[in-house]
């Protein structure tokens, strides 16, 4: 098994008005090539912080970020480090550019790293999308002229368009009514499996992590509090938060069913 991500001693501390937060402390972890990560944790707990700091968004106070054993900018990354990891965001359409069409989004990318003639682009990004389960004929519409499930779909096109080596999902699904989540789950675990891609996947919910990771970190106020396989964490928590958060999702799910 060959190491993918690797994350060693991350802090990131922010300062507002004065009074500083430590976001994320001391976070280390490692992702194996093809693995998926869920992070799981309760609202504030930094599982955004980190994603940031993954994808380069945000730069951490201390720590050191591999990618496939070579390290990333902690500063500002060049074209190609930010290629080889893609972001798929909460909000569709906060993270579309309204004034852009789904092609001109999906090329966007292309335009950048220049890894698709220019005279090939509107057929590949047809085929992207027919890859993610849409008409090419969406090619041409605006974010606002589609609904929230195929803005989700133009996203990932969008990431796995420049050939990603990871892709970062924060809360991906969790704006999406049940049965679309059901369907961009199952279109993320396609690619996964197509593309070997591997994930970290940030969500609140339990049973997505069931569907769709292989191991499960917990975050608690910053720091990583447990780390293992979906199946032995959920069934034997070793920490006491673990079991406070599995058993909150358990009385949700009786509450509803
Ligand atoms: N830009 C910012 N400036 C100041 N504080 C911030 C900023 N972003 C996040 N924080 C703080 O950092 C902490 C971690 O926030 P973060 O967004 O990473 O949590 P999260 O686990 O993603 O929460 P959620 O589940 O609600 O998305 C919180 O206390 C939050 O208030
Ligand atoms: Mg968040």
């Not at 049973?207 to 199946?231: K, Q, T």
Request: net charge neutral.
């Amino acid at each position: 098994m060959t190491t993918l991500l690797s994350v060693d001693g991350l802090d990131l501390s922010y300062t507002r008005a004065g009074r500083t937060t430590r976001a994320v402390r001391d976070v280390s972890f490692e992702v194996a090539a093809g693995e998926v990560l869920a992070v799981v944790g309760e609202s504030g707990s930094g599982k955004s912080s980190l994603a940031k700091c993954i994808v380069g968004l945000a730069q951490p106070d201390r720590g050191a970020i591999e990618l496939a054993g070579a390290p990333l900018g902690r500063r500002r990354r060049s074209k190609e480090e930010r290629r080889r990891v893609q972001m798929v965001f909460q909000d569709p359409r906060s993270a579309l550019d309204p004034r852009m069409t789904v092609f001109s989004l999906i090329d966007e990318g292309w335009r950048t790293h220049r890894s698709i003639a220019p005279t090939d682009r509107r057929a590949a990004a047809g085929a992207l999308l027919e890859s993610v389960g849409l008409d090419p004929l969406l090619l041409d519409r605006r974010p606002s002229q589609i609904s929230g499930g195929q803005a989700q779909r133009v996203s990932i096109a969008r990431a796995l368009a420049v050939e990603p080596e990871l892709l970062v999902c924060d809360e991906a699904v969790s704006a999406l009514d049940v049965s679309v989540q059901t369907q961009v789950l199952a279109l993320l675990a396609e690619i996964r499996t197509r593309l070997k891609l591997t994930m970290v996947f940030i969500t609140h919910d339990l049973g997505v992590v069931r569907r769709i990771a292989d191991r499960v970190a917990v975050m608690y106020l910053g720091e990583i509090v447990e780390i293992g396989p979906v199946d032995e964490v959920f069934a034997a928590p070793e920490q006491e938060y673990t079991r406070t958060l599995l058993s909150a999702a358990l009385d949700l799910a009786t509450d509803w069913n």
